[in-house]
């Protein structure tokens, strides 16, 4: 059963950067193409970006294209997502999630799941 654990947030000011890592726990993980989520009190949660399993296609929400940026190291079973520029809304739990089909898709679209870490945006 593959794992992911994310890690990385915290809080920040607006206009800051943070960086988030999703660990893989397998080898397997290079074989999964790789979401981020976030999910705020009282709304759905939302696809942010997400990257194939070579991280050959990236994809961004219009909310955050042009600030945020997907990686990922399979060597090192690793998916990251820098966050620049970051504004008060952007603030929430993200999440990062890994599956077999590709694209900024629903989240039951994808089979595993962390925990989740807490960025806070602060004016």
């Known amino acids: 059963q593959l794992q992911v654990v994310e890690s990385g947030g915290g809080l920040v000011q607006s206009g800051g950067s943070l960086r988030l890592s999703c660990a893989g726990s397998?080898?397997?993980?290079?074989?999964?193409?790789v979401g981020w989520f976030r999910q705020i009190p009282g709304k759905e949660r939302e696809g942010v970006a997400c990257?194939?399993?070579?991280?050959?296609?990236?994809n961004y929400a219009d909310s955050v294209k042009g600030r945020f940026t997907i990686s990922r190291d399979n060597d090192a079973m690793m998916v990251y997502l820098q966050m620049n520029n970051l504004k008060p809304e952007d603030a929430g739990v993200y999440y990062c999630?890994?599956?077999?089909?590709?694209?900024?898709?629903?989240?039951?679209?994808?089979?595993?799941w962390g925990q989740g870490t807490q960025v806070t945006v602060s004016f």
């Open positions: 397998s080898f397997v993980f290079k074989y999964h193409n």
């Open positions: 990257i194939s399993y070579s991280g050959a296609t990236v």
């Open positions: 999630a890994a599956g077999t089909y590709y694209g900024l898709l629903p989240e039951n679209s994808y089979d595993y």
